[in-house]
């Protein structure tokens, strides 16, 4: 791998994001006009001018046609990406490579999901086998992860649902403090406790609701940025690692760590040039589909070493006045997690975080934001890292 | 020398009382209670336990025919035999047979069975005969009636029990019946079924069977014979000469209940599992006629290895907590279970293609660096070496819960799913739900097996596939 070749080669000069929630009255095509409108209009960008697209969604259509449909591209290349709940930050990466490599100057990148339309309380399940690893749920599948997490930690599982609840009240608050959130609503740490269980140990409030919603951002080579503005974003680095997803095979696999998601900081780490992450890195997004999954990301990522959750949570350090701001904008338990376009969703907090744009989120002097989603549960992984950077 | 050269049987987890029953619907309680199969079971998967309860110690390869005998057969059109076999991983060149219809059919079968081998066109045969069958709500039926299933090998060799006389008879009377759209047992008026039909005929067969090898009931140490239901069983005890106390094999009324096609062999599985050397067994059904036997008791009987049939099955129970669980786990009502998307699809070629690792549950192991798989892989997680591998039988390990959670959210008739990560003694996981458990008592590192279960009924048919459950 040469770092060099992606990094700080690639700016953001423009970024939408829709309200997230449930958007009775909005389409797919409604959402994406919204974000990619807002974003060109961000960014100072003409639509005519855009030369290529990127669109990701996981459920919400097939092929590229649907972002040159609504916005009309004529004859452009657009190509649809899919890699799960990373799945935009993967249009982000692929967009970057072509833009990185000279080949585009303006290309509009996409993440769209339209979930709410299907009449179903939790996510749409795949058929991987017709009787194998067949019939259970995401919260399920991570309650593994939260089972084994504190067995191994010797954490009781009163004492573990209460660290869990934490994190949820920490989003919670967060979500209040960012209008497009889809919840706007603080909870306690009892009511967090109390909550029906939907997955022991995981309750009602430990897991993201389902959700509409877009996001866009317009990017383009580092040497043009200038012409649009001077508070652009820099693409640092990117990780991606696909696990074999042989957990519920590999006898040698450990549920209380989340190998994949180690490997996918490491490669944007190195690429990035971060060698330091809890010192260097000033705010960051973590996949927090369950509040199990946040918690083991803040090791699996190198904020806190192996079993050392516990005493971040405890000591705050993830809170929006802590050492490492975590889920500023709510994450997804409290901003919502349509699927396809998550990942964008994440970039936008960091780009906003960066131009000083997020209101009474807004943190002191941010500089490099860490920002991964991730397919999958815990045996199953298939994290995407994105690393940006303040223009210095 | 022809005759039973193993035994086994399998009685369903779960019990309900017959208090329950009537606390439902009003009116007075049989005594005790009946095995009631879980949600995922049916007659092809208790018939499964069955035969593998009987397959112990026996070589699966040595099996040469595969019969299922049940009034309750999952498929109108399909043969059930041809699963149980794939299931406990007979070789293919086995003859399967379904023999349904009839309360006699595991007789019938095990009739079968015997002249395939004394023909010679079979070494062993397996018989299994299983039951799971509904009385109509609120009847004496639904009291009555319970679930489970038996299996025995015929063979010529290593035989415990010899077949020293049999006799049929058959009767053409229509006493008990569902028709191909009934779901529950119907019969004529009671004293007519009793009087003309049950007590008759099961009369004639043993006076005819004893009459014919001029024996006498002080020439047995058991009789096992089928009845209705206690009262009926203790009559005809009487009836025919026997000391109920002594001579009349428990028929289990208030433990298990009639089951069936299955319920003769069961009893008789319970008196094998007794029985000594030079006992003789007198054995006789009842289901549109008669089938009798004279059974003897041989020395091999002391040398059958340990398994569990009747005495552990009986004994490793749990009460359901109320009639309205069995209402849901035999849907006899449409109950919620959740608005989720119906994922239940299935491929038929998909379960095909699978099919040794679907069926008889077999891994992979690594030809190059040992490591075991299931399902079976391509290339080896450990050292990628393509297509070096050899396929192994799981279904048989045994293994600890390694994680687990209570998935309130799945689809599912008996929530939470409990969806656990086992580590097999073999060295490689099982990943799927635990069966027969009570949420509150699980936790990590618990000793579990495998189990043979319907998991859903995905594009209209049956999908079956492994579960797991907490040793029985």
């Known amino acids: 791998m040469r770092p060099e070749a992606i990094r700080d080669k690639v700016a953001i000069i423009g970024m939408g994001c829709t309200k997230f929630g449930e958007n009775w009255d909005k389409s797919a095509d409604d959402m994406i006009i919204e974000a990619s409108f807002e974003a060109l209009e961000d960014g100072g960008v003409e639509l005519k001018d855009i030369e290529a697209g990127w669109v990701g969604t996981v459920t919400t259509g097939g092929t590229g046609s649907l972002l040159s449909g609504p916005l009309k591209l004529p004859y452009l290349p657009v190509t649809r990406v899919e890699n799960g709940c990373g799945t935009a930050m993967e249009a982000l990466r692929n967009a970057s490579f072509a833009v990185a490599c000279g080949l585009y100057d303006l290309v509009l990148v996409v993440g769209v999901e339209k979930l709410k339309d299907t009449g179903l309380g939790g996510l749409p399940e795949f058929m991987f086998h017709p009787v194998y690893g067949q019939g259970f749920t995401a919260p399920g599948r991570w309650a593994l992860g939260a089972t084994r997490y504190f067995q191994n930690y010797e954490i009781k599982p009163e004492e573990g649902k209460r660290l869990l609840a934490k994190i949820a009240v920490k989003n919670h608050h967060n979500g209040t403090l960012s209008p497009k959130a889809h919840f706007q609503r603080e909870i306690t740490l009892e009511q967090a406790l109390a909550a029906p269980i939907v997955a022991w140990p995981l309750g009602l409030l430990d897991c993201c609701p389902v959700t509409d919603g877009a996001a866009a951002a317009v990017i383009c080579p580092i040497d043009i940025a200038k012409r649009f503005r001077d508070d652009y974003v820099l693409v640092k680095g990117f990780g991606v690692a696909m696990g074999p997803g042989l957990g519920k095979e590999d006898i040698d696999y450990v549920y209380d760590r989340l190998p994949e998601t180690q490997a996918a900081a490491k490669q944007a780490y190195e690429m990035a040039g971060i060698e330091e992450p809890r010192k260097e890195i000033s705010l960051a997004s973590l996949h927090d589909c369950f509040t199990i999954a946040e918690l083991m990301e803040y090791e699996a990522v190198g904020f806190s070493p192996l079993g050392g959750a516990k005493q971040d949570i405890e000591a705050g350090t993830f809170t929006l006045e802590g050492e490492l701001p975590v889920n500023t904008d709510g994450g997804l338990k409290s901003f919502g997690h349509p699927i396809g376009a998550t990942g964008l969703r994440m970039c936008y907090e960091a780009y906003k975080q960066f131009q000083g744009k997020a209101d009474r989120r807004q943190l002191k002097d941010p500089k490099?934001?860490?920002?991964?989603?991730?397919?999958?549960?815990?045996?199953?992984?298939?994290?995407?890292?994105?690393?940006?950077?303040?223009?210095? | 020398m022809v005759g039973i050269i193993s035994y086994g049987a399998y009685i369903p987890f779960y019990r309900l009382s017959r208090d329950e029953i009537a606390r439902a619907w009003g009116g007075g309680a049989i005594r005790g209670e009946k095995a009631v199969a879980n949600f995922d079971e049916d007659s092809l998967t208790m018939a499964v336990e069955a035969a593998i309860s009987c397959l112990v110690g026996i070589d699966r390869q040595t099996i040469d025919a595969l019969y299922f005998a049940s009034t309750t057969s999952p498929y109108r059109e399909k043969q059930v035999a041809a699963t149980i076999a794939a299931a406990t991983d007979l070789r293919r060149e086995v003859l399967t047979g379904d023999f349904a219809g009839s309360l006699r059919g595991g007789t019938i079968g095990m009739r079968a069975a015997l002249d395939a081998v004394e023909a010679g066109s079979a070494k062993k045969v397996l018989v299994t005969a299983s039951d799971c069958r509904l009385g109509t709500p609120g009847s004496d039926?639904?009291?009555?009636?319970?679930?489970?299933?038996?299996?025995?090998?015929?063979?010529?060799?290593?035989?415990?029990?010899?077949?020293?006389?049999?006799?049929?008879?058959?009767d053409e009377i229509v006493d008990l019946w569902r028709t191909e759209s009934d779901d529950f047992v119907k019969s004529w008026e009671d004293r007519f079924v009793i009087t003309e039909g049950y007590t008759y005929n099961l009369q004639q067969a043993i006076s005819g069977i004893m009459q014919k090898h001029h024996l006498e009931p002080k020439d047995f140490a058991k009789v096992v014979f089928y009845a209705p239901d206690a009262r009926r069983h203790l009559e005809m005890a009487r009836k025919l000469g026997f000391d109920p106390k002594s001579q009349v094999q428990d028929g289990m009324f208030d433990r298990l209940g009639n089951t069936g096609a299955a319920f003769a062999l069961m009893m008789l599985v319970a008196a094998l599992e007794e029985a000594k050397p030079g006992d003789r067994i007198l054995l006789a059904s009842y289901g549109d006629g008669c089938d009798a036997y004279v059974l003897r008791v041989t020395e091999e009987i002391g040398q059958i290895k340990a398994r569990r049939a009747i005495k552990a099955y009986l004994a490793s129970k749990k009460m359901l907590p109320n009639y309205e669980r069995f209402v849901r786990n035999r849907k006899l009502m449409e109950v919620e279970v959740g608005r989720r998307r119906p994922t239940m699809a299935s491929s038929a070629v998909t379960l095909w293609r699978d099919r040794k690792m679907v069926y008889g549950l077999y891994g992979s192991r690594c030809n190059r660096c040992g490591r075991l798989f299931l399902p079976p892989q391509r290339v080896c997680l450990y050292c990628q070496a393509k297509d070096e591998y050899e396929l192994v039988r799981l279904s048989e390990m045994k293994g600890k819960l390694y994680s687990f959670c209570k998935d309130e959210l799945a689809a599912s008739v008996d929530p939470p799913t409990i969806l656990s990560i086992v580590n097999l003694e073999g060295g490689c996981r099982f990943y799927g739900p635990m069966t027969d458990r009570d949420p509150d008592q699980v936790e990590v590192d618990m000793p579990l097996e495998l189990t043979f279960r319907k998991m859903h009924d995905g594009e209209g048919y049956h999908n079956y596939f492994w579960k797991c459950r907490p040793a029985r």
């Open chain 1, 368 to 392: 490099i934001s860490f920002c991964m989603a991730q397919y999958g549960h815990p045996g199953f992984l298939g994290p995407v890292v994105t690393i940006l950077g303040r223009r210095d």
């Open chain 2, 141 to 170: 039926f639904e009291q009555v009636f319970g679930d489970g299933a038996a299996a025995i090998a015929i063979g010529d060799s290593g035989v415990i029990a010899t077949i020293e006389g049999s006799y049929s008879r058959f």
